[in-house]
């Protein structure tokens, strides 16, 4: 299958680039293992409480976060492409084995880019979530989308490090 190449629309796309200081091999065990995903996916005090991956283009990605005051927020998405130790892509547009998913016109539907690449001892880790509108990119960004991410990854490197 030929990788996916992505253009950024710097309207409708967020992305978050750093470097840290942990191996591509484990952000991608991080990223891909359910049993070590709900450790780190959600930003404190928040949880992720259910995971399931299908790692494969037409598998699931299920999580289920949920917040302080204990209400649940399920998210249902299609794996669209898997490079091990260097990409994952995942929509919340379509469901497992691309079945279109019911519009939610409250929602917020995007496609998650994970990239993962070697830079010294450690990974350079690039995060890009592709939106459908300038509208739902900004909505997503004031909704905290560099702050969540950025301690997600954060709690990632903390966890990983205790391998």
Same mark, same amino acid.
């Given at each position: 299958?030929?990788?996916?190449? %992505?253009?950024? =629309?710097?309207?409708?796309?967020?992305?978050?680039?750093?470097?840290?200081?942990?191996?591509?091999?484990?952000?991608?065990?991080?990223?891909?293992? *359910?049993? /070590?995903?709900?450790? +780190? %996916?959600?930003?404190?005090? +928040?949880?992720?409480?259910?995971?399931?991956? =299908?790692?494969?283009? !037409?598998?699931? %990605?299920?999580?289920?976060?949920?917040? @302080?005051?204990?209400?649940?927020? @399920? !998210?249902?998405?299609?794996?669209?492409?898997?490079? *091990?130790?260097?990409?994952?892509? +995942?929509? =919340?547009?379509?469901?497992?084995?691309?079945? *279109?998913?019911?519009?939610? @016109?409250?929602?917020?539907?995007?496609?998650?880019?994970?990239?993962?690449?070697?830079?010294?001892?450690?990974?350079?880790?690039?995060?890009?979530?592709? /939106?459908?509108?300038?509208?739902?990119?900004?909505? /997503?960004?004031?909704? !905290? %989308?560099?702050?969540?991410?950025?301690?997600?990854?954060?709690?990632?490197?903390?966890?990983?490090?205790?391998?």
């Amino acid at each position: 299958m030929a990788r996916i190449e %992505f253009t950024v =629309d710097p309207d409708r796309d967020l992305v978050l680039e750093r470097v840290v200081d942990v191996p591509p091999e484990l952000v991608w065990k991080a990223w891909t293992t *359910p049993e /070590h995903l709900v450790k +780190w %996916f959600a930003p404190k005090p +928040w949880t992720t409480t259910e995971c399931k991956i =299908d790692l494969r283009p !037409g598998g699931i %990605f299920r999580t289920v976060m949920r917040s @302080p005051e204990g209400e649940e927020y @399920p !998210g249902d998405a299609c794996i669209l492409e898997v490079i *091990p130790n260097e990409r994952l892509v +995942w929509t =919340d547009t379509l469901l497992p084995g691309y079945r *279109p998913a019911p519009v939610d @016109p409250s929602g917020m539907p995007f496609t998650g880019v994970i990239s993962l690449a070697p830079e010294g001892d450690g990974t350079r880790y690039t995060a890009m979530v592709i /939106h459908s509108s300038p509208e739902s990119a900004k909505r /997503h960004a004031e909704m !905290g %989308f560099y702050e969540g991410w950025s301690i997600c990854l954060d709690q990632l490197v903390e966890y990983v490090k205790t391998w």
